[in-house]
T-cell receptor
Framework: DTEVTQTPKHLVMGMTNKKSLKCEQH?????MYWYKQKAKKPPELMFV???????INESVPSRFSPECPNSSLLNLHLHALQPEDSALYLC?????????????FGDGTRLSIL | RKEVEQDPGPFNVPEGATVAFNCTYS??????FFWYRQDCRKEPKLLMS???SGNEDGRFTAQLNRASQYISLLIRDSKLSDSATYLC???????????FGTGTKLQVIP
């Protein structure tokens, strides 16, 4: 059982749709992350939030918009996505934001763009 | 040279065998190291952190060699359920992001 919960598990959307991915953790972690993972590749970092502030944006296109409403929640708003954005989107959290604590992953949202 | 390198495998080993993977890293300032396992179409799951003195958790042993800049994972008495991709993860000290290796695929055969 994962302590990081992501919804939805699967999402199919058209290129003109707007949707949001949600992530929640109740471990009191202060850093939260969004990753994108393509088949047979390692996860690629997209965003890091530390103490509810965006601290890293890995040059992600603006069609992906993160939001951290509070220390337990992390959203990823999607708009006008491209077919190449189809991937597994993983949320993770860690106790601190320095990278020296292990990250705990949710089970991901599998996104398909038509 | 990649920041974190792993042999992609696959390593095909019989049940009960001992298998070891290495992971090399290029940044000598790296301070934190982790092994994750990832099953097909699932999320990465933390297997163990790697400490300077080495550490063991049941059948799994992790070692760090700072001089040669690699970490290793040893699995004893392999089980079918150990079949997965093993990801090496390295943090370069003081930064908020970690670098993932490309993973080593292990297949334990009956």
């Amino acid at each position: 059982d994962t302590e990081v919960t992501q919804t939805p598990k699967h999402l199919v959307m058209g290129m003109t749709n707007k949707k949001s991915l949600k992530c929640e953790q109740h471990m009191g972690h202060r850093a939260m992350y969004w990753y994108k993972q393509k088949a047979k590749k390692p996860p690629e970092l997209m965003f890091v939030y530390s103490y509810e502030k965006l601290s890293i944006n890995e040059s992600v296109p603006s069609r992906f918009s993160p939001e951290c409403p509070n220390s337990s929640l992390l959203n990823l708003h999607l708009h006008a996505l491209q077919p190449e954005d189809s991937a597994l989107y993983l949320c993770a959290s860690s106790q601190g934001g320095q990278g020296n604590q292990p990250q705990h992953f949710g089970d991901g949202t599998r996104l398909s763009i038509l | 040279r990649k920041e974190v390198e792993q042999d992609p495998g696959p390593f095909n080993v019989p049940e009960g065998a001992t298998v070891a993977f290495n992971c090399t890293y290029s940044n000598s300032a790296s301070q934190s190291f982790f092994w994750y396992r990832q099953d097909c179409r699932k999320e990465p799951k933390l297997l163990m952190s790697v400490y300077s003195s080495g550490n063991e958790d049941g059948r799994f042993t992790a070692q760090l060699n700072r001089a040669s800049q690699y970490i290793s994972l040893l699995i004893r008495d392999s089980k079918l359920s150990d079949s997965a991709t093993y990801l090496c993860v390295v943090n370069s000290g003081g930064y908020q992001k970690v670098t993932f290796g490309t993973g080593t695929k292990l297949q334990v055969i009956p």
